[in-house]
C-alpha cells in the first residue's frame, strides 16, 4: 500500500501517478525532497502517453522533523511498493532517481531484472560533509540539527527552503527564528540518510541495467568527480554519464537553467531503452 502519512502534505508535494500506456517512469525523489521536483517531466512524459508514478517517501512532503523515527528501510519499502504499483500498468519501466533516490532505484534495478534502463540524476556517493556520517553515533547525545547554524550545509538548507516556500525572504530578520524552526531536522533521519548513502556505494558495483548518470557541475550535495568514481564502478555494459557545468543540484527543475538538455538528455534515454517514441519538440514546448 502507498504510504499515508499521519501529518498534513503540502498539496504539490503529494505522490501522483499519470496513467498512460505500457511504456512506464518511476520517478524516486531524494532525502528533503518530493515528488515535486520531478513534476515538470513527468507531466511532459505524461502528454506523451506515458505512464509515470512517483510516490512520496516516508517521512517527507513538510517540514524536517516528521522524519523523526523514520528508517532506510521504511524508503527502501516505499520504493519496492512503487514499483510493484507502477508493474501493475507497464510492460517497460525506466527508474528516474535523483539523489538519494538514485540509491533507492538502484537498489530496485538490482533486484528486478526487468529494469529497462536506470537513470540517475546527481547520485550520491558519501554525505556532502563528513561529520554528517559520525550521525549514527551523535544521534544519541544531539537529537537535533539545525543546519542554518552551520556554514557547510546553509546553502542546501536554503534551497529546501526556498523549494517549501518560494516567496521567503531568506535575509528578512524577523524570519530567522521561524527559518531555523522550520528547518532542524532529526539526527536520527541524518544517520539513516548516511547508512542509504553507504548501501549506494554496496549498490553501484551491482548494476547490470543500462545507466544514464546525469550531473551539474555546480551541485555542492554531490560533486563531477564523485559521479565519475559512481560511473566507473558501473558494471553494466551499457552506460553513460552527462555532465551539465552550469547546473546544480536540482537538475529537473523549471528553473534550472540546464534544464532542457536534461530533460532532452533523459527522453531520448527513454526512446532507447523501450519502445516509446518522443517527439522532442512537445517534450520541450512547455519551456520553450
Known sequence: MPYAPSYEVFLDRRAYLFNGGQVGCLFLH????????????????????????????????????KLAGVTMQDWLAEATDALATISDHCQEIVIIGHSMGAVLGSYLATIHGNIRGLVLVAPPLEVP????????????????LEPLKRSSLRKIAHERILDMYPEVNLNDPALQKWLEEISRMPTSALAEMSRAFKMGRNQW??????????QGGQDIATTVEKS??????????????????????????????????????????????????LVEEELLAEQA
Not at 205 to 214: E, K, M, S, V, Y
Not at 265 to 276: L, N, Q
Open 30 to 65: 531524494g532525502f528533503m525532497g518530493t515528488p515535486k521536483s520531478g513534476r515538470p517531466l513527468a507531466e511532459a512524459l505524461a502528454r506523451q502517453g506515458l505512464t509515470v508514478y512517483a510516490p512520496l517517501l516516508p517521512g517527507h512532503g513538510h517540514h524536517p522533523d
Open 129 to 144: 560533509d563528513w561529520r554528517l556520517s559520525l550521525m549514527p553515533i551523535l544521534k544519541y547525545v544531539m537529537p537535533w
Open 205 to 214: 558495483r551491482r548494476i547490470q541495467a543500462p545507466t544514464l548518470i546525469i
Open 228 to 277: 565519475q568514481t559512481i560511473f566507473e564502478l558501473l558494471p553494466a555494459k551499457q552506460k553513460d554519464i552527462v555532465i551539465f557545468p552550469e547546473a546544480g543540484h536540482q537538475l529537473l527543475r523549471d528553473n534550472s537553467e540546464a534544464m532542457k538538455q536534461v530533460w532532452q538528455r533523459i527522453g531520448r534515454f527513454i526512446e532507447a531503452m523501450t519502445s516509446a517514441r
